[in-house]
């Protein structure tokens, strides 16, 4: 049987996703609290590969396992094995043609930013830091330069190991409330570093050191080497990964516990920007 899992986690004390020989991986506290369940060992393939330091709210995993447990089981299982920052929040049997990477037909990030004086303490880790106040005006109107299908090679990491760099980004919004700015991108996929390095963009707009019709210059230039700095992972969160309907699987669209609510801030899942006030 094919299972489909919801996971979620901070990704402040791990060296990414995937697994890596001698380092701590969410892959590997997974596939542990998995075999304990299962009672065998057990390799799940994810829909996104987050790097080191990236978090997670809506990444979704799958599995093969012929052992009989209801989805209960499966999720309450495997999180009184995981450790504090990582859980699974829901699984699903689902068919054997389902793959968590391969039947996505989109994915949705968000990059989240505190902006003040000095560093965060309590939110360290968790929000990406900018010591001054970032515009929201030109970084929208930068935004609007990226929506649609385009080449992404400016703003791909140069390892990228993507056979094509020609994405379609279907939306790139941004709000802000007191010293928050959120930037919420979703598209058809996305390269290595893509959603950091448009942050990384965005950020410098947002501080008056480029205008907005940079952010088009450097992406018609096709060279990585044009893009400016990458944002840190520390404010990059896999909220959300889409699926055709026919496999059932739960409306995370409406169900995530997104991480703006434990910060008192209104979630863009559930308020649409249009009516968000800014500062």
């Avoid at 609290?33 to 996104?48: D, F, K, N, T």
């Avoid at 004086?117 to 970032?134: E, Y």
């Avoid at 995370?252 to 008192?264: E, R």
Wanted: charged share 20%; aromatic share 8%; proline share 5%.
């Amino acid at each position: 049987m094919r299972i489909a899992l919801g996971v979620e986690y901070d990704g402040t004390g791990y060296c990414g996703w995937q697994l890596q020989q001698g380092a701590l991986t969410v892959q590997a506290v997974v596939e542990a609290a998995l075999a304990q369940v299962a009672a065998h060992p057990v390799r799940v393939s994810c829909a996104g590969r987050t790097d080191t330091g990236v978090h997670a709210e809506g990444q979704v995993v799958h599995f093969d396992s012929d052992a009989v447990r209801t989805e209960r089981s499966w999720v309450f299982g495997a999180n009184a094995n995981l450790p504090k920052d990582v859980v699974i929040t829901w699984a699903r049997p689902v068919d054997n043609r389902f793959h968590a990477r391969f039947s996505a037909t989109g994915r949705a990030y968000r990059y989240l930013i505190y902006s003040r004086a000095v560093r965060p303490t309590f939110l360290a880790g968790r929000v990406t830091w900018s010591h001054t106040p970032l515009q929201l005006q030109p970084m929208r109107e930068a935004a609007q330069l990226l929506l649609g299908r385009h080449d992404f090679t400016t703003f791909r990491a140069v390892a990228c190991q993507a056979k094509s760099p020609v994405r379609e980004i279907r939306r790139l919004d941004m709000m802000q409330q007191g010293a928050f700015t959120v930037i919420e991108v979703e598209a058809d996929g996305f390269l290595h570093h893509m959603v950091r390095n448009i942050a990384g963009v965005l950020m410098k707009i947002g501080r008056g050191e480029a205008a907005p019709t940079w952010c088009g210059e450097i992406l018609a230039a096709r060279d990585r080497r044009e893009g400016g700095i990458t944002a840190p992972p520390s404010g990059l969160y896999l909220t959300r990964v889409d699926y055709p309907e026919a496999f059932a699987l739960p409306n995370v669209k409406q169900q995530t516990a997104t991480i703006l609510s434990s910060l008192a801030i209104p979630s863009p899942i559930s308020e649409t920007l249009a009516d968000a006030n800014s500062p």
